[in-house]
Each structure stands twice: as C-alpha cells, then as structure tokens.
C-alpha cells in the first residue's frame, strides 16, 4: 500500500460528498463508527492509513446530514421511523463488512462502496417519506414530530391545510341506522389530537352538541323526517384549534319497501273433496 492506495481512498471518498441521509443523529451509528476505528482497524489496517481513513469515513457520514432545507417538501428533516430505517440498513452493512474479515485495499473499497450504496438507499427512503409521510393531509392540521438533520434535533412540525374538509352527502331511509363518519385517513399518524365532538346545525346558524369523544363516529338508529337536515364534526387539537372540520347533509329517504316472492320449492296440489271419485 503507496500512493495508489493513498489516491484510492482520495478518489472513493470525493464520491461520497453528495451524499445525504442524516444517519449521524443516530446515537448507534456513532458508536459503530467508534468501534470501527477502535477495535477492527488496528488489525486489518496498516497504521500509517487508520487517521487518513477514518477523517474521510466520518467526513462522509456527517455529509449525509447536509439536507438544503426546502419549504415545500423539508428536504432537511424526516420522520423518527424514516432516520431508524436508514440507521439499521447502514449498521447491517457495516456489519457485514467487519463480519467478513477483509483487510487493506480490499476492506477500504468495500467500506466506501457501502456508503455510496447507503447514500441511495437513504434517497429512497427519504422520497417515499416526502411523497408518502410528510404532510399527507389534503385538509386540516396535522401534527409530526421530525428531526432535522442540520442539528439533530426533534421538533414538531404543524402540517397546515384548509380546517374545513367540505360537505357530505348522506342518505339513510326512514328506520335505518345514520352514521356519519369524521375520521380521516392521517389522523392516526398526527399528533396532539383530542376529541371528535358532532354538532346538529340549525337554520338560524345555531348548533347542539350531540357527542364528545374519542369515537370518530355519530351513529342514530332508527332516523325518522326530524333527524334530516346539517351536522358537523371537528376534532380538536391540543393547541384548542381544529384539526378538521367535516360538514354533513343528511336526507332521510321513505322506508325501504319489501315485495314479497312466493317461494319457488313449493308445489301447487289440487286436493279431492271426500266422496268423489275420478269421472272418466
């Protein structure tokens, strides 16, 4: 190992400075670069490359928290299970790598080739959290607790949409059970969420509260003319403002009509009266 090795390592490593995940906010990632550098270089290094080595590997991994922070996506942050993900994926393969042993040269390429492999994966990983995670609501608040990656820390994140989700329709017949349903599909993921309450609103712009509670749903059996007519629903938040507001027109139709078939297994008979015989 000379100057080829030296420009090895020079080149590999200049590869690796795009690279973007915020994988060093993970306290396990910095014991394992610890360990790394502590306990498998002495022996599978020459000694002169252990700083040279070690200044570019963890110049590397610090560079996957150089996330340019953009306001329409928050490129420079992601969620808890998005960082862990990424975290166990890059401890796996720096496992396998000291798991097997090599040395020299060959140990230098398969480190750095790793980090470029866990530079896309974190890519990945961190595009399905934009599309997927981040802000799903089309409408209402929503509450995430996200690390940025800039400085490590966890900060909760307001989600901001229009509060009022709209009208819907509903149409039940005479007798049969309403319900009216206020859950949308991101509440079970935000956070500082507390009740549903359902209102009954009248024409002069005045409401009853009918529930309070943590069931996103109002259910009325056997609706009659009086039960028609608009609802809403809001479910609050911590910060005493709404986190969605669902509005509900109710149309009570006529009791379902029943036509009556005869069944289709039965054989009509003609019975003889007593005392009367067959005329031939």
Known sequence: MGPRFTLLLATLADCLCPARPCIMCDPFVVAALKTLEQSYLPSHLAPEHHENVMKRVEQAVKDFKDLPLNQATYVGAVDEDTLEQASWSFLKDLKRITDSDVKGELFVKELFWMLRLQKDIFATLATRFQKEVYCPNQCGTMLQTLVWCNKCEKQVHTCRKSTDCGERRIEVHRFEDMVLDCQLNWHHASEGLTDYSFYKVWGNSSETLLSKGKDPYLTKSMVGPDDAGYY??????????????????????PERTFEEKPAT????????????????
Not at 232 to 253: M, S
Request: net charge negative.
């Open 232 to 253: 809403r629903c809001e479910l609050g938040t911590i910060n005493a403002g709404p986190a969605t507001i669902i509005h509900f027109r109710v149309i009570v139709l």
């Open 265 to 280: 297994n039965v054989i009509n008979q003609e019975v003889e009266a007593p005392g009367q015989g067959i005329v031939l």
